[in-house]
């Protein structure tokens, strides 16, 4: 007789009289768990299978496996299958990503400002590698119009939270085509630190990435008018200790 589902949690799992199955490698002990709770199971075990491997290469019995479940019982929350499930981890990763985003920046001068951002940044990176991984990794054969745009709802609110930073609320082509690359550059250096072993300290990955901005905003500048006003106004703020403060002695040193 099939399982009967509970409405607070799993189905319970009934064992099957068969007596080859003590011949057979034993899944991990089955637990019951509350609906919500392993749903969010699910979908943690799915981002670090989906950031291990490439998400074609992970089935469905990978993750029920991974997870002391069921195939039947991942469908249960996941009907859609792998493509639902993947969605899922994906929008999981990129919510409490985005919410680093939305924490107040500490006191200090603008570039100081966009270290602490970034060292939130990468404080999420660091916790959360397979998420981030499963996150950002592009050119699977599940990726999807849904998978991307969760991925550039991430960008966006990046965007527009550098902009904010730099006091901006509406920017103009360059300017934004300025901090989209730079974002870019950011998320390529995560990956990149994570492929490698992050044998770069975060610290000292996060002042340089600040020093990107300061040095590509500055070439930007010469072309804009709107991002020159803008980076005339923030190191104004700045002091002879700050990030920008401190490369701009740096190059003055090298005769630039």
Same mark, same amino acid.
């Given at each position: ?24 490698? !034993? ?11 392993? !749903? ?16 074609? %290469? ?24 792998? +493509?639902? @499930? ?7 990763? &990129?919510? %409490? ?41 592009? #050119?699977?054969?599940? %990726? ?15 965007? !527009? ?13 360059? @300017? ?11 998320? &390529? ?22 020093? +990107? ?11 804009? %008018? +709107? ?23 740096? @190059?003055?040193? @090298? #005769?630039?």
């Amino acid at each position: 007789m099939a399982a009967t589902p509970s409405p607070v949690g799993d189905p319970v799992e009934r064992p099957v009289d068969d007596p080859t199955a003590a011949e057979r490698p !034993r899944r991990a002990a089955y637990r019951r768990l509350p609906v919500q709770q392993r !749903r969010e199971q699910l979908i943690a075990v799915a981002l670090e299978l989906f950031a291990a491997r490439p998400p074609e %290469e992970v089935s469905l019995d990978d993750v029920a496996e991974a997870a002391g479940a069921s195939r039947p019982l991942v469908y249960r929350y996941f009907a859609g299958g792998k +493509q639902q @499930l993947y969605e899922a981890a994906l929008r999981s990763a &990129a919510s %409490e990503l985005t919410a680093r985003f939305a924490v107040e920046p500490t006191d200090g001068t603008p570039t100081q400002q966009l270290g602490a951002v970034l060292h939130r940044y990468f404080d999420f990176v660091g916790e959360h590698a397979a998420g981030y991984g499963a996150l950002l990794r592009g #050119g699977s054969v599940v %990726e999807t119009a849904r998978t991307s745009a969760i991925v550039d709802d991430v960008r966006r609110a990046a965007l !527009r939270r550098t902009l904010r930073h730099l006091g901006v609320r509406e920017a103009r082509p360059r @300017l934004t085509l300025l901090v989209r690359s730079w974002i870019s550059v950011v998320e &390529a250096s995560a990956i990149s630190w994570l492929d490698e072993g992050r044998q770069i300290p975060a610290d000292s990955l996060c002042a340089w990435l600040v020093d +990107q901005f300061v040095v590509m905003a500055a070439a930007t500048a010469v072309r804009d %008018e +709107q991002t020159a006003e803008v980076l005339h106004g923030w190191l104004e703020l700045e002091t002879a200790e700050s990030p920008a403060g401190v490369l701009i002695a740096r @190059l003055r040193d @090298l #005769g630039l």
